[in-house]
């Protein structure tokens, strides 16, 4: 879903989209993406707004054109997004989280055991 009050650019939103339906397994390497047009229709946004998503992952290697046809999910899409999303957990949201558990004075052996917790016991 779009957020139009979000920091993030309506495009970056796009491309967060399609790569979540990648993630997800709901467009599969080859598969064709939505076109900018459907894009536009469904989220009631301007065509050239959501050719920007598509773009920028294409200029990531994610998506590829085919001519004539449209835009495509290019083989090994889902590791090229996992490794980049992984950095950017590492990089920005882990080091933030710790920044506020310290503040918050949680432990980091809490912080585990809570995660443990949230993942079955494991």
Known sequence: MLDPSSDKSIYVQVAEIIENEILLGNLKEEEQAPS???FAKVYQINPATAGK??????DEGILYKKRGLGMFVREGAKEKIIKKRQALFLKETLPEVLREADRLEITVAEIVDYIKELRGGV
């Open 53 to 58: 998503g598509l773009n920028m992952l294409a």
């Open 36 to 38: 900018t047009n459907q």
